[in-house]
T-cell receptor, first 114, second 109 residues
Framework: NAGVTQTPKFRVLKTGQSMTLLCAQD?????MYWYRQDPGMGLRLIHY???????AKGEVPDGYNVSRLKKQNFLLGLESAAPSQTSVYFC?????????????FGPGTRLLVL | KQEVTQIPAALSVPEGENLVLNCSFT??????LQWFRQDPGKGLTSLLL?????REQTSGRLNASLDKSSGRSTLYIAASQPGDSATYLC????????FGTGTSLTVIP
């Protein structure tokens, strides 16, 4: 039982390049989330999914796209990377159920955009 | 928009001391509040979850309280140890999760 895994762990991009971050969970969770963490700003929600085939915007969705084609995977895409997207990206998953919803986090992906 | 604030931003204590971390939030319409631990270069690990109808939760040396009406939560750590050194974040669950910026704790042996 690996929990939540993220690929890659670290990546350097040039401005304008594209890439996809992969998140996988083996807990059969319905909900999945993508966050970015920046110094002094805490974690901010980019996009989330409440089930296979569904996605929704979070607090800071601009410049990112997501897909949830399979229940266990949640992909985050950057079509044209910008230096402002330099950050640490975390994926999380949870069972549905608001009152008792605990999120399980992956180890993060460090992205540097030059 | 929900705002979550954590004070202090950093805290350094000698080993064995009891300590309190604070979290405040602006919108009391929440489903739950969680405290997480984050070690350097790692993801977040959930420590305690308090449902909106609850007042406190305990796990070992940790005790978290919630006062929804005043928009406050505290995390009490008893008999601190060097292994407790980490960043502690609180998060509230409403229409989405909102995180504070964290308190960086250092426990000095």
């Amino acid at each position: 039982n690996a929990g939540v895994t993220q690929t890659p762990k670290f990546r350097v991009l040039k401005t304008g390049q594209s890439m996809t971050l992969l998140c996988a969970q083996d807990m059969n969770h319905e909900y999945m989330y993508w966050y970015r963490q920046d110094p002094g700003m805490g974690l901010r929600l980019i996009h989330y999914s409440v089930g296979e085939g569904t996605t929704a915007k979070g607090e800071v969705p601009d410049g990112y796209n997501v897909s949830r084609l399979k229940k266990q995977n949640f992909l985050l895409g950057l079509e044209s990377a910008a230096p402002s997207q330099t950050s640490v990206y975390f994926c999380a998953s949870s069972d549905s159920g608001r009152e008792t919803e605990t999120q399980y986090f992956g180890p993060g992906t460090r992205l540097l955009v030059l | 928009k929900q705002e979550v604030t954590q004070i202090p931003a950093a805290l350094s204590v000698p080993e064995g001391e009891n300590l309190v971390l604070n979290c405040s939030f602006t919108d009391s319409a929440i489903y739950n509040l969680q405290w997480f631990r984050q070690d350097p270069g790692k993801g977040l690990t959930s420590l305690l979850l308090i449902q909106s109808s609850q007042r406190e939760q305990t796990s070992g040396r940790l005790n978290a309280s919630l006062d929804k009406s005043s928009g406050r939560s505290t995390l009490y750590i008893a008999a601190s140890q060097p292994g407790d050194s980490a960043t502690y974040l609180c998060a509230v669950s409403g229409n989405q999760f909102y995180f504070g910026t964290g308190t960086s704790l250092t426990v000095i042996p």
